[in-house]
């Protein structure tokens, strides 16, 4: 039987065309999301599918395509998928790790940048009308040099995220969940990160050990005028309790690429000035984009020609 392949959206490249020429590619083209139910019509015979990060790779689905024998995920996160019942049923999962480190480590300086030196604030003045001229007090921000940055998880793109802080005369703190030595900065436990972070940037998975992380009282040991920013899932802070902090002033501002019930953004944050709102776009330039779809790509094949794929996360029958 011809083996058939999968794929929850169109891709950025030429990726999925390359795929095309060696297997038949079934391709959603509906915008919005994907239910179960749909992701099982979808998948049917398939051995391979292409998943989104919002894609609910869920047990019912794992076990409704018997033919499944690989879900590569087009991201470096996998909180989508039911790991467990992966393992347990023999497929593999991979995701695209690395070539898109740089790209999100950046969006998380743009957003360090954006919300200490209130760039979408200006913006906004400038296109209303309302630059009147320059003003030794005009929307003041906060400077970066001397201060700390702290970063809660250590992985390819908090490394990242903490290289480019030399160029801005940070100095770094970190959490990880293995003992890290590294000349960028200084390994801490998670209350001194949060007790000496003047900025503090996410980069840690979601798992159920991370969801509500950051809930009230953890965000209360911030330094009085500090920064969030989260470039890595949603559900890692409290939303409802961020809000709480920024109107109240104990918090100086945030900068959020996800959201706790993404797309929905917690009403009492739409109406925060000093907090910049993105839709979800960490790893989004042409040449990443492009670069996850080569690899989500490499992945399928491997699995399809009984090969070990370049970005495993769990191990499948082969
Ligand atoms: C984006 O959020 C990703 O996990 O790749
Ligand atoms: C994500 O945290 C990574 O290490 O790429």
């Not at 949603?234 to 920024?246: F, S, Y």
């Not at 690899?295 to 070990?308: H, I, K, T």
Request: proline residues 6%; contains cysteine.
């Amino acid at each position: 039987m011809r083996l058939k392949i999968a794929v929850t959206s169109p891709l950025p490249g030429d990726a999925l065309q390359r795929l095309g020429r060696r297997w038949p590619v079934r391709i959603r083209e509906a915008p919005g999301d994907l239910r179960e139910d749909e992701l099982i019509r979808l998948i049917g015979d398939a051995a391979a599918v292409i998943t989104l990060l919002a894609d609910p790779v869920t047990a019912r689905v794992l076990e409704s395509c018997p033919q499944l024998r690989i879900v590569a995920n087009y991201a470096v996160g996998y909180d989508n998928i039911d790991l467990e019942a992966a393992r347990r049923l023999g497929i593999w999962v991979t995701n695209t790790p690395e070539v898109l480190t740089g790209a999100t480590a950046d969006l998380a300086w743009a957003l360090i940048l954006a919300v200490t030196r209130r760039v979408i604030e200006g913006d906004a003045m400038v296109r209303a009308g309302r630059f009147h001229g320059w003003k030794p007090d005009l929307l003041l921000g906060r400077g970066l040099a001397g201060k700390t940055l702290g970063i809660l998880g250590y992985g390819r793109i908090g490394r990242a995220v903490a290289r480019r802080a030399g160029a801005f005369g940070m100095g770094v703190v970190f959490t990880s969940r293995r003992p890290v030595r590294d000349d960028l900065g200084r390994q801490v436990d998670l209350e001194t990160l949060l007790r000496s972070s003047d900025v503090l940037s996410l980069h840690c998975p979601l798992t159920p050990e991370t969801h509500h992380l950051l809930d009230e009282d953890r965000l209360r040991l911030l330094p009085r005028g500090a920064f969030l920013v989260n470039t890595a899932r949603g559900p890692i802070v409290d939303e409802a309790a961020l809000a709480r902090l920024l109107a109240e002033g104990h918090l100086g501002g945030a900068g959020l690429d996800v959201y706790e019930h993404e797309p929905a953004v917690h009403q009492d944050l739409l109406g925060l000035d000093n907090v910049v709102l993105l839709p979800h776009m960490g790893s989004a330039t042409v040449e990443t984009r492009s670069a996850m779809a080569d690899l989500a790509a490499a992945n399928v094949e491997a699995v399809l020609d009984g090969r070990e794929p370049p970005a495993p996360v769990v191990r499948g029958r082969s």
